[in-house]
């Protein structure tokens, strides 16, 4: 990895580019969140692309041909999360493997102290805490077509690399000021023991249940929701929403209406 400040200048050339038509034209098309943004945020996020595509590889799995189409659909939705914010682009992330369906992994669960079940699961993607993001990318087209579902497996696989920047997946990210951490682990921690207390209830909840999970499929299903149910979170759980609303410094609430 190069220094930090030949690294940077390197970024401010590519961002400098022309952005190529074609890519704008997979965005307009694949990428309807992006058609919300005002002209400003637009431009960053072309620059923030720019910058990802050069960075990071993609590879084709299960058969999958990689083409311009595939690398700019996910790198769009990725970038949307570092919109407005002093972060590095997925600093841990090396390379994004993409099947071009739902794929078949190997799953651990511990059921209790000492027994472990091993066994195989169909998966929509996953996130590594270092080195990479596996998409399936039939699921990737869908989560970024309907915009209100409160579904995107880029955004939620994009939300785990962003968690683990310090090294853990724990449902906390790094803050911008360290001031913020009590409040985000009061918030999020009292919503996800709420779904967690629904769940194994039976009771019908705003969140994907799949975040009762453990803290890190919580933030990742919160962010989904965040940027595709934005009224419907602010409304129901205003708080959990004004603690997203501050770390991704950005209100899909407003623009979504």
Same mark, same amino acid.
């Given at each position: 990895?190069?220094p930090n400040?030949l690294?940077?200048r390197?970024r401010?050339?590519i961002r400098?580019?022309?952005?190529?038509?074609?890519w704008?034209?997979?965005?307009e098309r694949?990428?309807?969140f #992006? @058609?919300?943004?005002?002209p400003?945020?637009?431009?960053?996020l072309e620059?923030?692309? !720019?910058?990802f +595509?050069? =960075?990071k590889?993609?590879?084709g799995?299960g058969g999958l041909k990689?083409?311009d189409e595939?690398?700019?659909?996910?790198?769009a939705?990725?970038c949307?999360?570092l919109?407005?914010?002093?972060t590095d682009?997925?600093?841990?992330?090396y390379?994004?493997?993409?099947?071009?369906h739902?794929?078949i #992994? @190997?799953h651990?669960?511990?059921?209790m102290?000492g027994?472990?079940?091993?066994g195989? !699961?169909?998966? +929509?993607? =996953?996130s590594?805490?270092r080195g990479?993001?596996?998409l399936s990318?039939?699921?990737?087209r869908s989560?970024?077509?309907?915009?209100h579902?409160?579904?995107?497996v880029v955004f939620?696989?994009?939300a785990?690399?962003l968690?683990?920047?310090d090294g853990?997946?724990?449902?906390?990210?790094i803050?911008s000021?360290?001031?913020?951490y009590?409040?985000?682990?009061?918030?999020?921690?009292?919503?996800?023991?709420? +779904?967690?207390?629904d769940t194994?209830?039976g009771r019908?909840?705003?969140?994907d249940?799949?975040?009762?999970?453990n803290?890190?499929?919580f933030f990742?299903v919160a962010?989904e929701f965040?940027f595709e149910?934005p009224?419907q979170?602010?409304?129901?759980?205003?708080?959990?929403?004004e603690?997203?609303?501050?770390?991704?410094?950005q209100?899909?609430?407003?623009?979504?209406m």
């Amino acid at each position: 990895m190069p220094p930090n400040w030949l690294r940077e200048r390197k970024r401010e050339r590519i961002r400098q580019r022309e952005f190529p038509a074609a890519w704008r034209e997979i965005i307009e098309r694949n990428v309807p969140f #992006a @058609r919300h943004l005002s002209p400003a945020d637009r431009g960053e996020l072309e620059r923030d692309v !720019q910058v990802f +595509l050069s =960075e990071k590889h993609f590879e084709g799995a299960g058969g999958l041909k990689i083409t311009d189409e595939i690398k700019v659909t996910i790198a769009a939705q990725a970038c949307v999360l570092l919109l407005h914010r002093k972060t590095d682009n997925y600093p841990g992330l090396y390379s994004i493997i993409v099947y071009p369906h739902a794929y078949i #992994a @190997r799953h651990t669960v511990q059921d209790m102290p000492g027994i472990i079940t091993e066994g195989m !699961q169909p998966r +929509l993607g =996953e996130s590594w805490t270092r080195g990479a993001v596996v998409l399936s990318w039939d699921d990737v087209r869908s989560g970024a077509a309907d915009i209100h579902d409160g579904h995107n497996v880029v955004f939620h696989e994009f939300a785990h690399q962003l968690d683990s920047q310090d090294g853990k997946m724990d449902g906390a990210p790094i803050l911008s000021n360290h001031s913020m951490y009590a409040t985000w682990a009061r918030v999020l921690g009292t919503e996800y023991e709420r +779904l967690q207390h629904d769940t194994a209830l039976g009771r019908q909840t705003l969140l994907d249940q799949y975040g009762a999970t453990n803290p890190a499929e919580f933030f990742a299903v919160a962010t989904e929701f965040f940027f595709e149910k934005p009224q419907q979170l602010r409304e129901k759980l205003p708080q959990l929403y004004e603690e997203l609303r501050r770390y991704y410094k950005q209100d899909p609430a407003r623009i979504l209406m």
